[in-house]
């Protein structure tokens, strides 16, 4: 290298920096979270199956419910799959060689209807291990269908999909006496993560202009299940949900399959606990409360099928059955 490249490069190098400093100092200036482009079927439909807390190397029901997925997957021909996180248990994977990824990810869903993208986010126990060993894209060159950030859109047309990282809002995880120990790099200081979070989620949210507005977080907004309500995510997260018209939010955390759908004067949003890919039937049940449309304590997943008028909902079992469904309609926006 010509001394006087060296010089160009060193002054690039210091614009750079600059730049990255500011970028520090004014993240939300830049900072947008990434956009995947996943475009419908030729009809302009879109069908999915949505799990979560599943990676217990078959255990516990995993291998059943997957192959009930490759079933419904086949029949409905499912365009991807949506984790809900908690998606190595019990500690996330220690590093990118983990045999946990094979074991309990590639290995097991295993039917070609499941041979899709699938999009995923990081629940807390996935954060227990070495987080960002899931974010990693050598993960993708040991199975392709592995896509997992921590907060991104997916972009179907008739439907985005806003996923956010939540574990980071949950106080209990932060406190000095926490009962586990956090991966958190990349997401100190949290404070600022968060507002990050929430400002660019406001952002996408506004700019949409797709039918369906679709949140996916690994915690619950509102269950009635063990770990129930989630009052960080009530308090920072639904407002902005609100304000922006979502029609479904979907999650995991609590083992057990759920909906709950919020009353007119709060908007109308559906709240979809898919959290049963592995260990359920905890034996929980709280109290009924306002809006709650079905509660199931064990195993199985969800489907979404989706077209400009109407979303079809259906929660299955580890036999394949269908214990709920609801469809949402576009011109009523209300549940039939
Ligand atoms: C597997 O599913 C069946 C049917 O729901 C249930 O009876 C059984 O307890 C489940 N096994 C485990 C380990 O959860
Ligand atoms: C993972 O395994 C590959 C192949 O054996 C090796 O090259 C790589 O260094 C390993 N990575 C880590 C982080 O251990
Ligand atoms: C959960 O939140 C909903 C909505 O804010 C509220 O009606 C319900 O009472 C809460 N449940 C618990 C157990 O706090
Ligand atoms: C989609 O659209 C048609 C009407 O154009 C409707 O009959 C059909 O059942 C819809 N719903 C789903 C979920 O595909």
Redesign the pocket.
């Known amino acids: 290298m010509t001394p006087s490249l060296g010089r160009t490069s060193v002054a690039l190098l210091c614009v750079l920096w600059t730049l990255l400093m500011y970028n520090e100092q004014v993240p939300t200036t830049f900072a947008k979270f990434q956009t995947i482009q996943h475009p419908p079927k030729a009809d302009g439909s879109l069908s999915l199956l949505v799990l979560g807390d599943w990676g217990r190397r078959g255990a516990y029901n995993q291998s059943q419910v997957a192959f009930q997925m490759g079933k419904i997957g086949k029949k409905l021909d499912v365009d991807f799959v949506i984790s809900t996180g908690d998606n190595f248990y019990e500690n996330g994977l220690k590093g990118v060689n983990d045999t946990g990824f094979s074991e309990s990810f590639a290995s097991i869903y295993t039917a070609p209807s499941l041979q899709k993208q699938w999009y995923s986010v990081l629940g807390n126990h996935d954060y227990r291990g070495n987080a960002e060993a899931q974010l990693d894209p050598i993960l993708r060159k040991i199975d392709s269908r592995w896509l997992c950030m921590r907060s991104f859109v997916v972009d179907s047309e008739i439907a985005e999909f806003f996923f956010v990282d939540t574990s980071p809002f949950v106080d209990m995880y932060f406190q000095p006496k926490a009962e586990h120990h956090y991966d958190w790099r990349g997401v100190l200081p949290r404070q600022n993560y968060i507002s990050n979070v929430l400002k660019d989620l406001k952002q996408a949210l506004s700019e949409s202009t797709a039918e369906w507005k679709i949140v996916v977080g690994h915690h619950a907004i509102?269950s009635?299940g063990f770990h129930?309500?989630t009052?960080e995510l009530?308090k920072q997260l639904l407002p902005i949900l609100n304000e922006n018209n979502v029609d479904l939010y979907m999650n995991g955390h609590d083992h057990c399959l759920e909906h709950i759908s919020?009353s007119k004067a709060?908007g109308s949003i559906q709240f979809l606990t898919t959290g049963a890919g592995s260990k359920a039937w905890r034996g929980n049940l709280?109290e009924h409360?306002?809006?709650v449309k079905f509660y199931y304590d064990g195993q199985g997943f969800l489907s979404a099928e989706l077209n400009h008028s109407e979303a079809r909902i259906a929660y299955y079992d580890v036999f394949g059955q269908i214990l709920h469904e609801f469809t949402l309609s576009k011109m009523l926006r209300s549940t039939i």
Do not use: A, D, M, Q
Request: proline content about 0%; aromatic content about 0%; overall charge positive.
């Open positions: 509102r009635i129930g309500n009052s009530i919020s709060k709280r409360e306002e809006g």
